[in-house]
């Protein structure tokens, strides 16, 4: 599986958008990008994952660039409750494999 | 509530015991995990079950017995432990569909203590 770079820490103000950036430059055509958090004292919670195409859902959206080698999770609107460990991972959803990096902590800040 | 339930939440033990984590998943999924978090580590994947077959196991000493009774249970038996085996313990599950795996869904851990 293709491994992932990814600040170790972020901060953003409370209502305003936070853009996480990763960076998997050694990415496969066949795997997906993954986003997973986890808030403190708590098991990682799934987000959102894509392959080409940019994706959104009721938490957050996936933006890939068309090269594939990076992409950038946004949280539209972050809230204090938004703080947490994220987590991007790249795999090919075979066996569900997913290795997990050290993450980038977000701290929403009001 | 995420539709994975662990138990204990906290656990004290002593190297001689013997004791086993609970995990149970109420989403229908057919794929269960073990994962560990130690302090200041990345999450390391322990154990696979794809309807209730280990399919995986990387490389857990033998002190960690996994065992997989149905789709819907995953136990740990732990026996002799040592200190630095304390950690946040994972359970996981997802939806096997012919090897591809929907995403994972977490419960929130028990946490470990060897004494």
């Known amino acids: 599986d293709a491994k992932t770079t990814q600040p170790p820490s972020m901060d953003c103000a409370e209502g305003r958008a936070a853009n996480l950036p990763c960076n998997h430059s050694?990415?496969?055509?066949?795997?997906?990008v993954y986003w997973y958090r986890q808030i403190h004292s708590q098991g990682p919670q799934y987000i959102i994952h894509g392959l080409k195409n940019n994706e959104t859902n009721e938490m957050a959206s996936l933006i890939i660039t068309e090269d594939r080698k990076s992409s950038t999770l946004i949280l539209p609107h972050a809230t204090l409750r938004d703080t947490a460990v994220y987590y991007c991972i790249v795999s090919l959803g075979y066996g569900n494999k997913l290795v997990f990096g050290a993450g980038t902590i977000l701290r929403v800040k009001s | 509530e995420t539709g994975v339930t662990q138990t204990p939440r906290h656990l004290v033990m002593g190297m001689t015991n013997k004791k086993s984590l609970k995990c149970e998943q109420h989403l229908g999924h057919n794929a269960m995990y073990w994962y560990k978090q130690s302090a200041k580590k990345p999450l390391e994947l322990m154990f696979v079950?794809?309807?209730?077959?280990?399919?995986e196991n990387n490389s857990v000493p033998s002190r960690f017995s996994p065992e997989c009774p149905n789709s819907s249970h995953l136990f740990l038996h732990l026996h002799t432990l040592q200190p630095e085996d304390s950690a946040l313990y994972l359970c996981?599950?997802?939806?096997?569909?012919?090897?591809?795996?929907?995403?994972?869904?977490f419960g929130n851990g028990t946490r470990l203590t060897v004494t």
């Open positions: 996981a599950s997802s939806t096997n569909m012919g090897g591809i795996h929907s995403p994972l869904h």
């Open positions: 050694t990415i496969s055509g066949n795997e997906y």
């Open positions: 079950y794809n309807f209730k077959e280990q399919t």
